[in-house]
């Protein structure tokens, strides 16, 4: 564990699920979901959505001033999209390939804002980018893993910082948008933990890792909620991406 904020509150009463409470208050609707899509949706209805845009608005009030460009990109990806950011052919079994196209849904908004500048020159760093954008998983080897609920789920909304900066900057940077996280979850008053991820369970361009496990008191456990890594130039020596530093090459 890296880091910690926040106890857990003593309850006096029995909490109920995110999934539980939402159905009962007519917030969310898996049933309808799951008649419309299949096993594995849910929809967030009245009050949720615009709890949901509430907590973007309040994420993006926050990381703007410091630089980021809010992009929302193509949710459809190539393969040679999909290469680059490394998550072919290592994790192709999460993505949701189109029948008769050359496309797949984005697991991650950062899979299309990398291809959006592949064989690009950056003339200045950093870039600093801001996806917003649905997502879409297969959930591959989850099955029997939460299935009541909506923690793993096929489509989900999502904010990603994605910054491309000159190597000596690379720490900075992984530390500021883990900073960034922190910061929505202790204005939030949800309890977390940071953890530094095994080197076993990276996938394939991350150097570097950090989860950041929020308390839920239903499970009476931490739970993997944000995402943090440091990818060096794995990404930008697959995407041909680079970088000119004065009048030279």
Not at 159 to 180: G, R, T, V, Y
Request: hydrophobic share 40%; aromatic share 12%; proline share 5%.
């Amino acid at each position: 564990m890296v880091s910690a904020w926040g106890e857990p509150a003593t309850l006096t009463f029995e909490p109920q699920h995110a999934h539980e409470l939402g159905t009962a208050l007519g917030l969310i609707d898996t049933a309808g979901a799951v008649r419309a899509a299949g096993s594995r949706f849910y929809a967030l209805c009245d009050d949720a959505v615009l709890l949901r845009n509430a907590l973007v608005r309040l994420f993006l009030d926050h990381v703007r001033p410091q630089g980021f460009t809010l992009v929302s990109p193509p949710v459809l990806a190539k393969p040679a999209t999909l290469r680059a950011s490394g998550y072919l052919p290592f994790q192709g079994v999460d993505n949701f390939a189109l029948r008769d196209e050359d496309l797949s849904l984005v697991g991650t908004s950062e899979q299309t804002i990398l291809g959006m500048h592949m064989d690009a020159t950056f003339e200045s760093l950093p870039a600093a980018f801001l996806g917003d954008s649905m997502c879409f998983r297969t959930e591959s080897g989850s099955y029997g893993k939460d299935t009541a609920g909506i923690i793993r789920s096929h489509q989900f909304y999502k904010l990603e910082q994605f910054i491309f900066c000159h190597p000596d900057d690379s720490e900075h940077w992984f530390q500021q948008a883990l900073a960034n996280e922190e910061w929505l979850l202790r204005v939030l008053s949800i309890p977390y933990q940071v953890i530094n991820t095994p080197s076993g369970d990276l996938g394939a361009p991350a150097a570097l890792k950090y989860d950041t496990e929020a308390w839920f008191p239903a499970q009476g456990k931490y739970r993997e909620l944000t995402s943090n890594s440091n990818l060096w130039d794995f990404q930008t020596a697959r995407g041909h991406i680079r970088y000119k530093i004065g009048t030279g090459k």
